[in-house]
């Protein structure tokens, strides 16, 4: 499970934030995938349920802010077949912007 109920939690207080004025949030999730490049570090989850925002990085070295579908990072595979994971050792130490400067600088998250 990529999401727990405490995380849900707080990714849609956040986005209820932000819906009510601009928040520069620090992240709440980090996702990567353990046989690729590809990482994700998220701060809102939509009503939905499903649709997240925050700095997308699919391993070709351009990571963007936009938003992603939960289910289907959750049914992505690497090369070597393994599924997304969540790290569960990722906490925030500045917001969102801080990260997407700097993986623009370094062409990938670095978190």
Not at 7 to 25: C, F, G, I, K, V
Not at 39 to 60: P, Q, R, S
Request: glycine share 6%; hydrophobic share 40%.
């Amino acid at each position: 499970m990529l999401l727990t109920h405490e995380l849900r939690t707080a990714l849609r207080r956040n986005a209820d934030m932000s819906a009510r004025r601009e928040q520069d949030h620090k992240p709440v999730v980090k996702f990567f995938t353990p046989d690729a490049s590809a990482a994700w570090l998220f701060t809102e989850l939509a009503d939905d349920g499903d649709t997240l925002f925050g700095l997308c990085d699919l391993g070709h070295g351009s990571p963007e802010l936009g938003y992603a579908s939960l289910a289907e990072i959750q049914a992505l595979r690497g090369p070597m077949r393994l599924l997304v994971e969540r790290d569960r050792h990722f906490r925030a130490t500045k917001p969102l912007s801080a990260y997407a400067e700097e993986a623009r600088r370094h062409g990938r998250i670095v978190a």
